[in-house]
Each structure stands twice: as C-alpha cells, then as structure tokens.
C-alpha cells in the first residue's frame, strides 16, 4: 500500500519530515479529496492508541482509525490534518484521485 503522507507524526519514523512545514498548502482540489478519503467509511484496521491534533497537542480520540482503498492508505488523523490545516498531502495521491471516475 502506498501512504498518502510521509510526515513523522504519522509515519513516526524520525528520517521523514515534519508536516509543520507542509500546512496551510491550498490544494485547489480539496473538496473533491476529502470526499474520497471520507467516502471509506469501514475502517480496516483500528489502533487503540489516541489521536492527537498535531498543532494544538489536543487529544482527538481513543482510536486511530486506518482505511485503504486497496492502492493508498491513511488515517483519521491524516483526514483531519487536511481538512483542519491544508496538510500537504503525496502529489501522486491526488493526481490518483482526480484520474478517478468515481470520485
């Protein structure tokens, strides 16, 4: 599966970037993503740790919900990050969205 993000905070692993760095990125196709990535409303795998607002250090959650579908892969908080902020998201994975017929 490929990620839709390569940010620390997610990915947590330390040699990726931070997505501090990538926020408030206008992505003119935001409304069309978003209904994409929230379309997946069964989530296929759910970790028991909190999920947490990257900016603000709040506690979102009690879970971290994981959906896929069957190309990329993300989170709930991956979503909120770039409904909330404009987290830049993989170029590749919006491109895969717009190239979509079912979006």
């Known amino acids: 599966m490929k990620c839709i993000s390569n940010y620390r905070e997610f990915t947590e692993n330390p040699n990726d970037i931070s997505f501090s760095d990538e926020l408030n990125v206008v992505c003119e196709d935001k409304d069309t993503v978003l209904q994409y990535l929230k379309k997946f409303d ?13 900016v603000t250090g709040q506690l979102l959650r009690s879970s971290i919900f994981v959906y896929n579908d069957g190309v ?9 990050h770039f409904e909330k902020y404009d987290m830049k998201l993989n170029d ?3 491109q895969y969205v717009l190239s979509r017929k079912d979006c």
């Open 72 to 80: 990329y892969c993300w989170t709930s908080e991956e979503i909120y």
């Open 92 to 94: 590749d994975f919006i």
């Open 42 to 54: 069964k989530e296929c795998i759910v970790l028991t740790c909190a999920s947490t607002d990257f």
